[in-house]
């Protein structure tokens, strides 16, 4: 197997699966499966030190250009939760409403552009911060986009007789949020030349977030996963999950001051922040750990997972600090094995998300992961 990432496939972390109507599932067998699990997961979130594993069943089209098709989604995200119980793991897969990243945007009126097998891309809407706060954005949950992620969650809910665990949209932190509103090249400019703005602009992205994700809750009830989308999640875990990759291109001062006050405003009005970056982040660790109320943190630790993973060593800082890891390690038996190896030591808490090609392999992975981290 290549353990390089793979810029052939459009989707490193996907699964192929059948997709299966609402009509031809077997709901009380999912049910019956994801309470089996259920102790697992309460027993790891209350416990300071331990290990679970995941066996993510992510398909490709839901998140690209099959967000937009409500039934096929649905019925390829059944077709995967029908298939994940093939597969040795701790904690179950989930169904996930999706509809694309630009879903504070919409509040600022962008709207999508739906290129030809592509997921769903936004134009930024102004050259700085100062124009964008000179406008008046509208509720999410009034735009077009924010409509029909309700929409899909009242479907998804609908479909599935409300008896499946369910996840918020996908959700991004303030910052990407913001940069998806103001030119990148100008908002970057802004964290230098218009601090105070860049903090009153992330605050409003912040207060845009916990509205629209109330609506969410008002629909999904005791159905909903956390932290949801990307995340390993569970009924039983707490904390929000938000993408904020755009950290990257800010130092870790700049990080600490501009944008973590927003970051701890949203989280902490859903059980505390849990972060998510793309590519190799380890060197602002310290600077995400100061994030209060911290939950989780989610990264990528394989070349096939990501050409810039994460190296391990330097995230054992979070051991003893009640602090989850969820590692994606895309690989085969020898490559997962070898990364958790890495990763482990005692006092951490950690969720290894696998994900190997076959049931036979993923039991041998599932097994040997439980043997080492002890």
Not at 32 to 54: A, C, H, I, T
Not at 163 to 175: A, C, E, I, N
Not at 181 to 193: K, L, W
Not at 352 to 373: K, M
Request: contains cysteine.
């Amino acid at each position: 197997m290549n353990n390089k990432f793979d810029n052939s496939i459009a989707d490193s972390q996907a699964t192929p699966v059948e997709a299966i109507s609402p009509q031809k599932f077997d709901f009380d067998a999912y049910v019956d499966y994801d309470k089996s699990l259920e102790e697992k997961s309460r027993d790891f979130w209350q416990n300071d030190s331990g290990v679970l594993v995941y066996r993510r069943m992510r398909v490709a089209e839901v998140f690209s250009y099959g967000s937009k098709d409500v039934k096929n989604s649905l019925e390829l995200q059944l077709g995967a939760l029908q298939k994940s119980m093939e597969y040795k793991a701790d904690i179950p897969n989930f169904l996930e409403p999706w509809y694309g990243i630009g879903t504070i945007a919409a509040s600022y009126g962008a709207s999508y552009h739906w290129a030809e097998g592509q997921a769903p891309a936004i134009k930024s809407l102004f050259n700085s911060v100062k124009d964008a706060l000179e406008y008046d954005p509208v509720p999410v949950s009034q735009t077009e986009i924010g409509r029909h992620t309700l929409e899909m969650i009242e479907y998804f809910l609908d479909r599935t007789k409300g008896k499946l665990p369910v996840s918020l949209t996908d959700t991004q932190s303030p910052l990407n949020a913001a940069c998806n509103i103001v030119d990148i090249s100008g908002f970057m400019m802004d964290t230098f030349m218009n601090p105070d703005g860049i903090k009153e602009f992330l605050d409003r992205m912040a207060d845009l977030l916990i509205e629209f994700t109330h609506e969410q809750l008002k629909l999904i009830g005791n159905n909903v996963v956390w932290p949801g989308h990307g995340f390993t999640s569970s009924r039983e875990f707490a904390g929000i999950g938000m993408s904020d990759d755009n950290m990257l291109m800010l130092s870790g001062t700049s990080y600490a001051d501009l944008v973590i006050p927003s970051v701890e405003k949203f989280g902490n009005a859903f059980g505390g922040p849990v972060f998510h970056s793309c590519g190799n982040w380890a060197d602002r660790i310290e600077h995400v750990k100061k994030i209060r109320n911290l939950k989780t943190v989610d990264g990528a630790f394989s070349e096939e997972t990501d050409p810039d993973p994460n190296p391990a060593e330097a995230f054992h800082s979070l051991a003893n600090t009640n602090i989850i890891l969820n590692a994606r390690i895309v690989g085969n038996a020898d490559t997962v094995l070898n990364k958790v190896k890495e990763l482990w030591i005692p006092g951490m808490k950690l969720i290894v998300v696998t994900y190997c090609q076959t049931p036979q392999e993923q039991e041998i992975v599932y097994n040997r992961i439980h043997e080492i981290c002890v």
